[in-house]
């Protein structure tokens, strides 16, 4: 790059985020109640799934006379008919407000609540997923995950307490830290990008995956699990400001249609998306490689993925070769951005890569 175009700004809009963040461990069983006062909730339902209940009942039980109840029926992916059931459960508790304690599951949950009913939302992740940050929302019905944007969906207050985090099995700590760096990845080459949007993408996946083998290695080490869920704010800021691309339209197809796990279908397909977009996204391959340590990201993430004993194929989270071609034709039939044209064949090219769980670093440098 010559001085004159080291000197070049790109064009770009940038809209901030009305979230208030609350991050300091111990927050959990404080901050809520605080930030339930600030935002003037007297009755507030909290929402989880039966693996966070015990984080979910002693932030219910901080919450005092402001719990209007625990409801623990999250699942994977939001099922319509569990958010329908929830929007009843809010109702007759007489709900002004609802505290999402989890990862997506949860958040997802609280976000449906909060688009049928225009509840306030106060989120405590209890994973990396990163749609805390987000006014994304989305809902499975009939096999199919539709998803959206809405400002009624985005948390008033999130508050990121990583001692919540300590008790997030290394296994699972490591694939939803690959959920944010595919945040923070596909945002360097979002449509919607932005100066600010780079730079908080960059140091996002130096810190997850920086953070992440200490995390393995030692599980209850509260300096990593910090910078771990510092990194996952700035991914899932990254998510909040742009618009995702094949990478996350491939994960919403395996999970809504084929009921894959969310974050270890992101720690899968992620290298074999960059991959394919390389060619077209220098630039992000460039400050991924920073970010990394190395001269080929997606070979990076995906030898990383395989030495913290992550899944690295398709096929070890249940999906058959059949599914591939239904998948790649519903990947392809959905127009959304991505710096490189999808076809169906295309989308099969990945997704066969992925399914069998081969390094891609060919891909990669071709």
Known sequence: MNSTNA????????????IRVVFRPGA???APADEAGRLGLRRLLVVCGRQGAHAARAVADSLGSLC?????????????EIADRTVEVAHAAGADGC?????GSAIGLGKAIALRMGLPLIAVPTTYAGSEMTSVWGVTEHGVKRTGRDRAVLPR????????????????SVTSGFNAVAH????????????LVTLMAEEGV??????????????????????ALYGAWLCGSCLGATTMGLHHKLCHVLGGTFDLPHAETHT?????????NAPAVPEAITALNRALDTDNAPHALWELAGRLGAPRSLAELGLTDDDLTVASGQTAAEAYPNPRTVTMGGALEVLRAAYQGQSPRAEALA
């Not at 209007?68 to 319509?80: I, K």
């Not at 505290?99 to 990862?103: E, N, P, S, W």
């Not at 207050?157 to 699972?172: F, G, N, Q």
């Open 7 to 18: 000197m070049n700004v790109p064009d770009f809009s940038f809209e901030s985020r009305p």
């Open 28 to 30: 959990a069983t404080t």
């Open 68 to 80: 209007a109840g625990l409801h623990s029926e999250a699942r994977m992916h939001v099922p319509v």
């Open 99 to 103: 505290v999402a304690v989890g990862g």
């Open 157 to 172: 207050s999130v508050v990121y307490d990583p001692e919540l985090t300590l008790s997030l099995p290394p296994a699972l």
């Open 184 to 195: 923070a990845a596909e945002a360097l080459y979002a449509p919607d990008t932005s100066p």
């Open 206 to 227: 130096r810190a997850m995956t920086s953070a992440l083998p200490r995390v393995a290695a030692d599980p209850e080490a509260i300096g990593p699990r910090s910078r």
């Open 268 to 276: 899968v397909v992620l290298p074999h998306a960059l991959a394919y």
